[in-house]
């Protein structure tokens, strides 16, 4: 009946090896549940968190989002002890640069983040160049730095997890596209494969960019558009190959981040109307956003002119049409959970999210409340973000 070397039943099947499939498995084994199985359609991190910016700082005007964050930085910081094995977690700090405090304009509501207890520093105009030697600054600009900030290699952070999964005794099945949720009497009852089935009565779609697709299989429309998104990258110049924060420019709406010792990463904030399909997208970077982001960048670091730039790549963004991720038990179907569309967001939280989503999965109140993130909620299912949103 099969080929594939799994069982042919689960307690708990999760479609998707993500960031987010391998911190859901690994919270579940965590909490105690058996016989899970995570099949993947490619291999482990596939998709768009092999290409994540990775980068973890609580600045945001959502309560849901600050407390997510706090948890995952603090796993983060001790990821050897509690998942084991390296994350690549880079505390360099992250600084976001501004010419205004409002929450909208910031991308963070300071007095919420006070209250949460996130700890950060209002930097004064006068010492900005402290804090980023290399980068010019307007008369009325200010900014923010959040020492705890940094940013992970977000496969490491994967195949960590995965790891960690494994050793707790999840099968994760690569190469296994899934193709169907059967169900019967208002329930899952299995999940299929193009080489085999297995009988369970819940199913997680972690399938980021394809959880639309996925959800389509138990009747449930989810409104996920998918679009293509620039990344720059860089040489460093001779100047700047002292590690520094993450340059977060929130006037500009670039952000310049340490990729390795040799090389930044660069992208604009927010997003790009660029619809396309996940399966066959242009991943290259063409001029035009090339052009841009390095037009950008430079106003901010004029040293960045001494700089070769050395290409760059395309990925994509799961956008729903408020930018909020969909989580929870999702339609009619006893059984079928989702996890999937981050929309560009989802890295930082993942560790965290996994945690509070194997909580209620198994039956239990999660200490954060995700129900914000049900679906459907009250937003125009055809609006998205404003493309300039702050996202970094
Ligand atoms: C360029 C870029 C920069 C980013 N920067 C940041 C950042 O700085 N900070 C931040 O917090 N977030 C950031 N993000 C967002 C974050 O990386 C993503 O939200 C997160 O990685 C999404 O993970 P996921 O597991 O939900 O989805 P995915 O990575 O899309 O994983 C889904 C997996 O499901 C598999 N799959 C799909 N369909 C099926 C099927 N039918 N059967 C089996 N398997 C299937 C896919 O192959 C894939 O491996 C960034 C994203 C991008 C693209």
């Known amino acids: 009946m099969t080929n594939l070397d799994f069982k042919t039943s689960a307690d708990i099947v999760i479609v998707g090896a993500g960031l987010h499939g391998a911190a859901l498995a690994y919270h579940l084994a965590r909490a105690g549940a058996k016989n899970i199985v995570v099949l993947e359609k490619r291999h482990i991190a596939a998709g768009p968190t092999a290409k994540s910016g990775a980068m973890i700082r609580p600045l945001f005007s959502d309560a849901t989002y600050i407390r997510l964050v706090l948890e995952a930085t603090a796993m983060f910081e001790q990821w050897d002890d509690i998942v084991g094995g390296d994350a690549g977690f880079v505390k360099n700090g992250f600084f976001r640069i ?23 520093e209002l930097i004064a105009n006068a010492d900005l160049a402290r804090i980023a030697p290399a980068c010019v600054f307007e008369g009325n600009e200010s900014g923010v730095l959040l020492g705890d900030g940094g940013f992970a290699d977000a496969i490491k952070t994967t195949e960590t997890l995965v790891a ?64 293509r998104v620039p990344t720059a990258l860089y040489r460093k110049p001779q100047s700047m190959r002292v590690a520094g924060p993450i340059v977060s420019d929130g006037v500009n709406q670039v952000y310049l981040r340490d990729a390795g010792e040799s090389y930044f990463r660069a992208a604009r904030f927010g997003w790009v109307a660029d619809r396309v399909d996940p399966d066959t997208y242009d991943e290259t970077i063409g001029r035009d956003h090339h052009d841009e982001v390095r037009r950008l960048v430079e106003r901010r670091v004029p040293e960045m002119r001494r700089t070769p730039s050395v290409g760059g790549f395309s990925a994509i963004y799961d956008m729903t049409p408020d930018g909020h991720p969909i989580i929870g038990r999702i339609g009619d179907v006893d059984g079928f959970w989702c996890d999937c569309g981050w929309s560009g967001n989802g890295f930082a939280s ?29 937003v125009d299912s055809v609006s998205r973000p404003d493309v300039n949103w702050v996202l970094r």
């Open 350 to 378: 993942a560790p965290a999210s996994g945690r509070h989503l194997a909580t209620r999965i198994l039956g239990g109140t999660s200490e954060v409340d995700l129900s914000a993130f049900a679906w459907p909620r009250p």
């Open 164 to 227: 960690a999964a494994r050793r707790l005794g999840v099968r994760f099945i690569e190469d296994a596209l899934v193709t169907g949720i059967e169900t019967s009497g208002g329930r899952v009852q299995a999940v299929t494969t193009a080489t085999g089935r297995i009988a369970t009565g819940l199913v997680v779609n972690c399938a980021g960019a394809w959880g639309d697709r996925v959800a389509a299989m138990v009747g449930v429309t989810l409104p996920i558009e998918i679009h």
């Open 98 to 120: 501004t010419d205004s405090l409002d929450t909208d304009r910031l991308g963070g509501d300071l007095d919420l983040m006070r209250q949460l207890g996130v700890p950060f």
